[in-house]
């Protein structure tokens, strides 16, 4: 099993910048994938930057360009970096990580962003 806890979430104003952070409880070399999804108020989960299992990192198009994942293995811990935050980035935001065929998923952390 793996215990995913997210935080660094917050209300900021439009252009503005966050760093989430999730930290797993076991190490980062036995996880196969990790993720953000984030959910906006009546809409779906929806992927937002992912490190894929053949080692390839990808991000939504809505975000491309104004996010970045990076990682710490030593404390196991993922980031992801928002900067030039809009409004419709509003969102709670979760992370994720594949292990051995299952999905783990954090509490989910929340970000507004105030025009």
Not at 27 to 47: D, F, M, T, V
Not at 63 to 82: C, E
Request: with cysteine; charged share 15%; net charge positive.
């Amino acid at each position: 099993q793996v215990h995913l806890v997210e935080s660094g979430g917050g209300l900021v104003q439009a252009g503005g910048s966050l760093r989430l952070s999730c930290a797993a409880s076991r190490s980062i070399s036995s996880i196969n994938a990790r993720g953000w999804y984030r959910q906006a108020p009546g809409k779906q989960r929806e992927l937002v930057a992912q490190y894929t299992s053949a080692g390839v990192t990808n991000y939504a198009d809505s975000v491309k360009g104004r996010s970045t994942m990076s990682r710490d293995d030593a404390t196991r811990t993922v980031y992801l970096h928002l900067n030039n935050l809009k409004p419709e980035d509003t969102a709670v935001y979760y992370c994720y990580a594949d292990l051995m065929g299952y999905r783990y998923w954090g509490q989910g952390t929340q970000v507004t962003v105030s025009s």
